[in-house]
Structure formats: C-alpha cells, structure tokens
C-alpha cells in the first residue's frame, strides 16, 4: 500500500510518497525512460509508480486493498502515468485517464497534479474513473480514498501533516521526518518495515511552482536513505525545467 500527500495552494503543490513494494521487484530510480517524461521505473513491466512531464505535471499510481501484484488479462498498472502524462496540464491528464476503461486494468487511485490544480482517480476494474478534484490544503491518499479515516495510516499521519508548516520548493519543513515515520501498528506505519518479503523501498518528495519544480529522491527507506535532487532536464531539451533543491539525509526521527 504506497501513500501520497499532497499540499496545495497559492499557485504551488507539494506532494511526498512512499512506495511499498515486494523487496525483490527490481526497479530503476527516477530518469528519462520516456519521451518527454522522467519517472521510477518498475523493471518487471516497464511502468511507474511515479512520473513527471516537461510540462509539471505529476502522476502517481496506487493499488487498492487486496489488488497487489499483475492479474492475467489486465494491463499493467504503471503504464497509467504514462498514458496520462502526454497532456499538457493536470486537467487534460485526469481527462485522458477518465476516459479509459478501467475494466483493462485491476482496480487502482490516481493523484495527478501541476502547481495549478490536482485531481483523485478511482478505477474500480469497470465503467471509467472520474476525476475529482482535490481541495486546498492536505489531501491522504493510500489504498484508501483521499482522508479517509478508516485507513489506520491515514487517521494517525493525517492530522501531523495538516499541523506541520506548508512546504515548498526548497524548504520542506517537517515534512522529510514525517515520511520516515515507522512507527506504530503494522497497519499504521507510514514508512513500513520490512515484512514477509514487503516494505517501504523508496521515498519522493516533489514541489511544483509556478517558477519551477523539484524532485527530491531516496532510493530506499526515508529514515536510513537520503534525499537528493533528480535532474529535471534530463531528455527534456528545449523544454527545461528549473530544478531546485539541496541533497538532505534525513535522520531516524523519534516519535
């Protein structure tokens, strides 16, 4: 169950995640393994969990409770960001996903953003998803639906990233330690501990402003993996972004 928080507001977005995985499902850290897009790559079959376009627009894909791992005859989930990534703003993204059949892949959520807007989609393996936007403020997504508090994870995290500082480019506030947060029941932990073959295995932090954007990455845990920038130019000429950002080693907080 992999988690998005996303902040929004006054012309800028800010979204952290985690990404829980089998720890033997290979993957490549986030570069240009697209035209015109930079995201993680899942070696197994070739999709993302997490991509940004030339444009600033970000998708993320997530699974829903009990739909782990490929199913026969679906499509694999990871191409979704690609698929929405063609767009030019969040809208056109979420619009392009809307207009799929969910039924082609085991069901799924979707966090698409730009610094102007950000949307939630829902694919439940039938009809299409709709795309709905997403308040100012924080949103939660996990498995579950935006700030849903029958999430454990959401109802015991929620409440600490609504109290902590808005982050923006450059300045992240609390928002580092708060991702690397193990603690808890198993079900709560929003930084997961390796468990039966499960866990945690990387980290983002990404800033979208209307002046530029910033990928922070860690290639494992956030509590023992540190932050660095990602080149957002990468593939991208004639279409640069301005990426901002120092490397940050996040320590192993204490809650």
């Known amino acids: 169950m992999c988690t998005v928080i996303l902040w929004r507001g006054e012309g800028r977005c800010c979204l952290a995640a985690n990404r829980d995985e089998r720890l033997d499902r290979a993957w490549d ?26 444009h600033g627009v970000v998708a993320s894909v997530l699974n829903r409770p009990g739909t782990l791992g490929p199913a026969a005859g679906k499509r694999s989930r990871g191409e979704l960001p690609i ?4 767009a030019l703003t969040a809208a056109d993204a979420a619009a392009r996903i809307a207009a799929l059949p969910a039924a082609e892949w085991r069901p799924f959520h979707m966090v698409i953003a730009d610094a102007r807007e950000a949307f939630f989609l829902c694919g439940l393996g039938m009809g299409t998803a709709e795309a709905i936007p997403l308040p100012e403020g924080v949103s939660m997504v996990t498995a579950h639906p935006p700030n849903d508090r029958a999430s454990p994870r959401t109802a015991r995290h929620l409440p600490r990233f609504r109290a902590a500082a808005p982050p923006r480019l450059g300045d992240w506030g609390a928002w580092p ?21 499960f866990g945690t295995v990387c980290a983002s932090l990404v800033a979208l402003e209307r002046d ?9 845990p956030p509590d023992r993996a540190a932050f660095a920038p990602v080149p957002l130019d990468q593939g991208h000429a004639g279409q640069p972004c301005v990426a901002r950002g120092v490397e940050a080693a996040i320590p192993r907080p204490s809650f």
Request: glycine fraction near 20%; avoid cysteine.
């Open 177 to 197: 330690i708060l991702l690397a947060d193990s603690e808890g029941a198993a079900a709560e932990a929003l930084n997961v501990p390796p468990l039966g073959g």
């Open 83 to 86: 698929l929405a990534l063609g």
């Open 212 to 220: 530029g954007q910033e990928w922070l990455f860690a290639p494992g």
């Open 29 to 54: 850290p986030p570069g240009p393994f697209w035209p015109g897009i930079i995201g993680g790559r899942d070696r197994s079959a070739g999709g993302t969990w997490l991509a940004m376009n030339r």
